[in-house]
């Protein structure tokens, strides 16, 4: 296809996700047909590279270009495509995978069901919420709460636990039984002039109220991310999960946690439930599981609620949930050599090692700047949050599109980043295999885009 033939196909029948449609079709917006990639690098149609500092969507772990896992997708693609997983069927990826996942999952974990994106496990989940209460004798205890920031997905379900409203205007979410609560976002809530510790204690006391409020017989569950990914790139303050976690025990309500971001590696461990000591019910896996080069997501449930399920189809039969493509075998061979990949390659260590060098080097560089509110991360995460005054913290108005303006301008000097969708923050989440030349080559060009944009 000539150049000109792809971009008008584009425009006239390609529905782009998270894109303004108008814009796009009208070809008013920039648009790129990526081509290739190879470690942290993709290049495109133009023999343009870029250094790809958001790996994807924060999924490229292992970066681009393995063979290893080209590889084992196409031996699985000769040898047997697909079959289902149903009544007891599986593939030895699947199994595999299965084990492989559990070793390197959590003490209290038990089994893991394979989906294929993030959203849809975020769904499996929450009906594996109700199904448990249910075989309990609780169908009252259902609502979920999630928190104001995080990101779950944008289905109907997942979209209502989101808690951003860019996912939730004009398509009447979030939808009942979910409740938000307010997000572990210290730097966000200087108005309340209080310490970390106390806005910690301000959190809780924001839980508690809520499920007094509501009734704790009616809360089945808790979600959130060990890292708030989407919502802003945010590590809870110290002590924050501890906190949660006592008042959910308390009240018998389940925890969720969300690694689709965190799992294997971006925050410097293998699972950000252990880092962060999160003794979740269910977890929630994807991106990382495949490093993307098929898709596969997974919920991995705990001992206390696989009992429960076990005893739900013992006294109802099969359990009434499953896709076509659950544990797809193309998608769980990607995993296995995906998983092969971050250990010989030392992944999860040098998330950790390169992460903190990265995240250093930028506070080094941005942190003084008039407009740098905050430099922020954790393991291979890093964010800047800029203000309009460094003192009050207050925003720029939407309509100054200072976040977009500094992702077009640091794509300029060769690196892609992501204006976050609420507020003017810029995130990075490199491949893991990050070098420390590759993270100086992202801050100094990040340094010279604020330049431009600020002058
Ligand atoms: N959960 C979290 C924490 C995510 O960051 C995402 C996607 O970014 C999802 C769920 C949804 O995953 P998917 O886009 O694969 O449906």
């Not at 003017?424 to 070098?435: E, K, Q, V």
Request: glycine content about 12%.
């Amino acid at each position: 296809l000539t150049n000109d033939q792809l971009d008008r196909w584009d425009r006239d029948n390609f529905f782009h996700p998270s894109t303004h449609l108008g814009q796009h079709a009208r070809g008013e917006s920039p648009s790129r047909i990526v081509t290739g990639g190879s470690g942290v690098y993709i290049e495109d149609r133009d023999g343009t590279k870029l250094l790809d500092a958001f790996a994807g969507l924060y999924c490229v772990n292992v970066g681009y270009g393995r063979s290893e896992i080209a590889d084992a997708i196409a031996e699985q693609a000769k040898q047997l495509a697909y079959y289902h997983a149903y009544v007891g069927h599986g593939t030895e990826a699947s199994i595999t995978l299965a084990k492989m996942v559990l070793d390197r999952a959590p003490e209290n974990m038990s089994k893991v069901y394979f989906g294929l994106g993030g959203s849809d496990a975020n769904e499996t989940n929450v009906k594996m919420v109700w199904y448990y209460n249910n075989i309990l004798g609780r169908p009252e205890k259902k609502k979920i709460i999630s928190r104001w920031r995080g990101y779950h997905g944008s289905g109907i379900m997942t979209g209502s636990l989101t808690g951003l409203a860019g996912f939730h205007n004009k398509f009447d979410l979030p939808r009942a039984p979910i409740l938000h609560t307010e997000a572990p976002y210290y730097f966000r809530r200087a108005d309340l002039d209080m310490s970390e510790a106390d806005f910690v204690a301000h959190c809780v006391a924001e839980l508690e109220a809520m499920i007094e409020r509501e009734g704790a017989d009616t809360i089945a569950a808790f979600i959130g991310e060990p890292v708030l990914g989407t919502g802003g790139l945010v590590p809870p303050p110290a002590g924050y999960w501890q906190a949660i976690q006592r008042v959910l025990k308390k009240h018998d309500i389940l925890l969720i946690v969300d690694e689709v971001v965190t799992a294997f590696g971006r925050l410097g461990a293998m699972f950000g439930s252990d880092k962060h000591g999160l003794e979740a019910d269910i977890i929630t896996i994807a991106k990382g599981l495949t490093s993307a080069y098929a898709p596969l997501s997974g919920s991995i449930f705990s001992k206390r609620m696989w009992e429960v399920l076990e005893r739900g189809t013992d006294e109802n039969g099969p359990i009434g949930h499953g896709w076509t493509y659950s544990a797809h075998p193309i998608g769980t061979a990607a995993g296995v050599a995906n998983l092969k990949l971050i250990d010989s390659l030392g992944l999860v260590e040098n998330a950790g090692k390169t992460g903190a060098y990265f995240n250093a080097a930028m506070a080094d560089a941005l942190s003084g700047h008039a407009h740098v509110g905050d430099v922020r991360g954790e393991g291979m995460m890093c964010a800047v949050e800029f203000v309009k005054d460094k003192a009050s913290r207050a925003f720029f108005e939407t309509s100054d599109k200072v976040g977009p303006k500094l992702a077009t301008a640091l794509l300029g000097q060769g690196v892609i980043a992501r204006a976050m969708p609420q507020g003017d923050i810029i995130g990075f989440a490199p491949p893991l295999c990050l070098t420390e030349a590759e993270a100086d080559i992202v801050v100094d060009g990040f340094k010279a885009a604020v330049g431009e944009v600020f002058g």
